[in-house]
């Protein structure tokens, strides 16, 4: 809707407005989701505490943000359904309702309705077509909740505020013709009357009950949506408005509607106030004073009127000399301060000379304009980074501790190359100065891409709440080391496999109340969230006291999925066989819940934290519970590796995988049936031979070069041609057509510009 | 997805009318981001300085700070809501004759007479019009109409 302006705007302008309207719709959406995870967490806090009026303010408070914010967009379903929340909420900051786990789950259900919607204002920029209807359920949900008396209270409420500002679009637009067959009365009632679509199966006649309306002067018949093509249409289905104006009371035509008290809207006007045009502000009307200086001067005789004020009206001064000024009248003050009886003199000799006759009616206000103009741009500056921004300058940091990987290359070159010693040692001391300023920059930007958890664990208390209620079992939820930072991308990351895990607890370890207390359990089972950093890791662990993983369960499931054959399964120790779950296709579920089961298994979440670095345990106790511990590092851009030397070509191992590099005799490695094996420290290691796997030729040296991995939880040899030493790279990740490449993590250029490849050895061996 | 280093921190911004006439000068104070944006970006359409706070407490350090023409204040914010702004701005010797406008979506009349008793000189009601709001502070700071 076009701001009502003076000028025509220039395509420029333009432009800028329109900028400007997708600026503030943006940041109506950010500031709508961040309100909503609030009351989420407000709401969740308040199910805990009933009592605790702290909770319900800020549940109260973040509703009514939204409502005032949504108030600036034509957002008419998302208003209907956050004001009638803000009544419930009301009554309850006012101790009249008490919190209980049903009006937890359906505010939690408003909530999310509300989040819905935000994302298809977000992506559509507007909400789809039956959002009304639905606001209409949450509305009347709400509205029993409240209970009758509190009803009409809430109703007439709604009345009120619709007396004061908001004159329906289409009374406005229809204006002129209803104040022509109006007969003269000051007030009309408007009403907007929307039956169900399946109302004709409820009994009600729309079209009689609007025609009866009492002391009706004004009918619009018409469409509440456009109607569906031909095979689609319903001849049962009511898709009629009406659009009514009575010149009876409100009470009689609330009487005649009162059994579709959710499908009528009320509205009562000065039938004068349709006719008005929009522009009435700053005119002078009928030689007299514009209607809102009338209005702001009456406010000031009544702030005046006010004991609380008395002796304090410096402002009300001030309020009057300014509108004489915009007015362009002569104010009646004398110079130097006023007190309130001369103000009260003369806000009164103002009205009397300016107020023209009969414009009591004026006070009504149009209806507001709820369009999208924007102007100029914020004035609100943010510090606010884009994450490109710290990404690029992330990579940056990488290239720069490659590039002074370079240096030692160098230092050695002037040795060995030029005989220059005393150079080569200044350029030594050089890289350790350079040396020192990158890590302390690596630092410095890694630390920008430090989140806390909390913003990871915040989503849980939720869904632990959500599923433990549908599944009936009673779970308390314990988060310990909340403000433990990790990467940002790691932290991201890791939603999806620590949901799954909560949920795995929730579904298959933790019990019914019954079943605990038979088992001698406490009735309320405790799930703990815990993330705590260990070195350079991040540890994060679920643990609950369920029923554990039963590990006769898990063999024999493993042979009915087909994963192991039943001669090696029983062979596995209980503990072994428990970390079966980590195969994929691997599911103890009895039946698929909706919940978990649907085919992520604990083999996905492996899969994830084993990506970014790091790795999965799972301890679990029969009867007592299960403990999950995902370990990841606190860091990702920056990777130690080893680098190991093939047929003269360099490859990378990642340094945290290395567990100690050998030296043995070709003769201690020993064949067994189709595998090789050595035994070290009389430990049989399973042997594997890069060059058989890069397709290389075998060489035959004096002695083998052997890298103890410790791959998951196996420790495996590998054969090599020769050790190289350890550096720091940024890894990149193959694109494009090597995207698939298997085998290999990625590249990393070397100071003195070679490539080196980084296997992957979790897939290759 | 953007990562924020630091708070909001509202900051001071002038601007001049076309014909470089400086209007008066107005604090915004309210707790919705939104709202405060559109409210600002109008009045500096039409002129106005304007510097924005998101609580009363925030608006009142301001106030002392610096001069303003005129408050718009919200009602329901944290830490210190509009009637205790307004109340604290009304007992300050050199902020008690600035006008104030109260812009909330509080229909109720004890509401607006609450306001009223505050130290509010007009109410407004959310959802802003934005002509009705435009001509509103017209009035209270003495800007002729055009």
């Excluded at chain 1, 009120?160 to 908001?166: D, H, K, L, V, Y």
């Excluded at chain 1, 007030?187 to 009689?208: H, I, K, M, S």
């Excluded at chain 1, 001064?317 to 003199?345: F, I, K, M």
């Amino acid at each position: 809707m076009p701001l009502r302006s003076s000028q025509p705007l220039s395509p420029a302008e333009e432009a800028a407005r329109a900028a400007e309207t997708a600026d503030l719709a943006a940041s109506f959406v950010e500031e709508t989701r961040a309100l909503l995870e609030e009351a989420n967490s407000a709401l969740l806090n308040l199910e805990r505490h009933p009592e605790d009026a702290e909770a319900i303010n800020a549940l109260f408070r973040c509703v009514h943000s939204i409502k005032g914010a949504a108030g600036l967009f034509d957002l008419p379903a998302l208003i209907h359904l956050v004001h009638a929340g803000e009544d419930l909420l009301g009554a309850m900051r006012e101790g009249e309702l008490s919190i209980d786990a049903e009006l937890t789950d359906q505010l939690l259900a408003g909530l999310d309705r509300v989040a819905r919607w935000n994302e298809m204002f977000r992506a559509d920029g507007v909400l789809p077509a039956e959002a009304m209807e639905e606001a209409r359920s949450f509305a009347s949900i709400y509205r029993a909740r409240l209970g009758r008396k509190n009803e009409l209270a809430a109703r007439s409420a709604g009345q009120t505020e619709n007396e004061g500002a908001q004159l329906p679009e289409w009374a406005r637009t229809s204006g002129e013709a209803i104040s022509a067959v109006s007969d003269g009365s000051d007030d009309a009632v408007l009403v907007e009357y929307t039956p169900d679509e399946g109302c004709f199966f409820a009994g009600e006649d729309p079209l009689r009950v609007a025609l009866a309306t009492p002391g009706l002067i004004w009918l619009d018949i018409g469409i509440q949506a456009p109607w569906p093509a031909g095979e689609a249409f319903d001849p049962f289905a009511c898709n009629l408005r009406f659009r009514i104006v009575s010149n009876a009371n409100r009470a009689e035509v609330e009487h005649h509607f009162r059994y579709v008290p959710d499908n009528t809207a009320l509205t009562v006007a000065a039938t004068k106030s349709l006719a008005e045009p929009d522009e009435a502000f700053c005119e002078n009307m009928r030689g007299g004073l514009d209607p809102l200086a009338v209005e702001l001067l009456e406010a000031q005789q009544r702030a005046l009127a006010l004991p609380g004020r008395h002796g304090q009206v410096g402002d009300i001064e001030t309020t009057l000399r300014n509108l004489c000024r915009s007015q362009n009248v002569p104010c009646p003050l004398h110079d130097g301060p006023a007190d309130a009886d001369a103000l009260g003199r003369a806000i009164a000799d103002l009205l009397l000379q300016m107020k023209p006759a009969g414009s009591d009616a004026l006070t009504q206000t149009p209806a507001s304009d709820i369009a999208l103009e924007r102007h100029e741009a914020s004035g609100e500056r943010t510090l606010r980074v884009e994450q490109g921004k710290v990404d690029t300058l992330m990579n940056l940091v990488g290239e720069l501790v490659v590039a002074k990987n370079a240096l030692p290359f160098l230092a050695r070159d002037a040795e060995t190359r030029f005989g220059s010693r005393e150079l080569s040692r200044e350029i030594k001391d050089k890289y350790a100065v350079i040396d020192r300023i990158s890590r302390q920059l690596q630092n410095a930007v890694m630390d920008i891409r430090m989140m806390p958890v909390s913003d990871l664990f915040k989503r849980f208390p939720r869904l632990v709440r959500d599923i433990a209620r549908k599944q009936d079992k009673k779970v308390r939820l314990l988060i310990e080391g909340e403000s433990t930072e990790a990467d940002k991308n790691i932290i991201e990351a890791l939603a999806e496999p620590l949901t799954h895990v909560l949920r795995n607890s929730l579904d298959h370890g933790i019990e019914q109340a019954g079943v605990r207390t038979i088992a001698g359990k406490p009735e309320i089972a405790t799930l703990k969230l815990r993330a705590f950093q260990d070195g350079d890791s991040v540890v994060i662990e679920v643990i609950d006291d369920g029923r554990g993983i039963d590990p006769d369960k898990v063999r024999s499931k493993a042979v009915e999925r087909g994963l192991l054959d039943a001669e090696r399964v029983t062979q596995l120790s209980d503990a072994q066989a428990v970390q079966l779950v980590f195969l994929p296709g691997f599911s103890t579920a009895e039946a698929v819940s909706d919940l978990s089961g649907r085919g992520v298994g604990m083999d996905a979440v492996r899969a994830v934290v084993e990506r970014f670095g790091g790795h999965v345990t799972l301890e679990s106790r029969s009867g007592e519970g299960t403990t999950v511990r995902l370990k990841l590092p606190l860091s990702m851009a920056v990777t130690r590796v080893l680098t190991v030397e093939m047929a003269g070509q360099l490859y990378g191992v990642p340094m945290d995988l290395v567990v100690e590099t050998v030296r043995i005799e070709p003769g201690s490695i020993r064949r067994l049936k189709a595998s090789e094996a050595v035994v070290l420290r009389d430990q049989v290691i399973p042997i594997a031979r890069l060059r058989d796997m890069l397709g290389m030729e075998r060489h035959r040296p004096a002695l083998e070069s052997v890298l103890i991995l410790r791959v998951g939880n196996a420790t495996v040899g590998m054969v090599i041609d020769d050790f190289g030493t350890g550096m720091d790279i940024i890894l990149k990740p193959f694109s494009g057509i090597l995207a698939n490449l298997s085998g290999f993590s990625g590249t990393a250029v070397l100071g003195d510009g070679r490539v080196l490849l980084v296997l992957n050895l979790k897939e290759i061996l | 997805m953007t990562m924020t280093a630091t708070e909001r921190v509202p900051v001071e911004a002038n601007s001049t009318t076309s014909d470089g006439a400086q209007k008066a000068r107005i604090l915004i104070v309210d707790d919705t981001l939104t709202v405060r944006l559109y409210c600002s970006q109008l009045l500096k359409r039409a002129g106005y300085a304007v510097s924005e706070a998101i609580n009363g407490l925030e608006g009142l350090e301001q106030a002392l700070h610096q001069r303003f023409e005129l408050f718009v204040v919200d009602i329901n914010m944290q830490k210190m809501d509009g009637y205790a702004f307004l109340a604290e701005v009304r007992r300050h010797a050199d902020l008690r004759t600035i006008p104030a406008v109260m812009m909330s979506t509080e229909q109720g009349r004890e509401d607006i007479a609450r306001a009223y008793q505050s130290g509010a000189n007009f109410y407004l009601t959310k959802p802003i019009d934005p002509t009705r709001f435009l001509a509103t502070v017209n009035l209270m700071t003495g800007v002729p109409c055009p």
